[in-house]
């Protein structure tokens, strides 16, 4: 009896280790998106939209930011007018501030590019009643 019982367990386990899938999955492959790209102009009205929700808030504005920032560019003028329009619209100086400090500091190597964006933005600046980093004296610490 017990020799019986053994012999079927054997061989139902034999019988599990012999079986082959019957249905083998296909190899793996790369699915490249093939959507639509971008371009700069839809790239730039998605953003200034964002910042120009009347209802942002802090955490919004510095999640944006932060998102923005991440990206190997810096930011158009246009961009950074609607970043530092919110940034008034939430009476924080500060940040509007810190964001011209990481718009210097993007800009890395190339010396042309923060001069170019602080001309475009001059009018918005005085505007909005904010001052550069350069004009606190916060490039000298």
């Not at 953003?47 to 510095?62: S, V």
């Not at 500091?105 to 009643?129: F, M, N, R, T």
Request: neutral net charge.
């Amino acid at each position: 009896m017990f020799r019986a019982a053994v012999r079927l367990s054997v061989s139902g386990a034999r019988s599990l280790t012999r079986t082959q899938p019957r249905c083998q999955a296909p190899l793996a492959s790369r699915c490249y998106s093939h959507g639509k790209q971008e371009t700069d102009e839809e790239f730039d009205a998605r953003w200034i939209t964002y910042f120009n929700k009347p209802d942002i808030d802090a955490w919004e504005l510095r999640k944006g930011m932060n998102t923005l920032i991440g990206y190997d560019l810096v930011p158009e003028p246009k961009i950074l007018e609607a970043v530092l329009r919110a940034c008034r619209r939430l009476n924080d100086l500060a940040s509007a501030i810190r964001i011209l400090e990481a718009v210097k500091d993007k800009a890395g190597p190339h010396k042309d590019i923060y001069p170019y964006v602080i001309q475009e933005l001059k009018p918005v600046l005085s505007e909005l009643g904010i001052s550069t980093p350069e004009e606190l004296g916060l490039d000298k610490i």
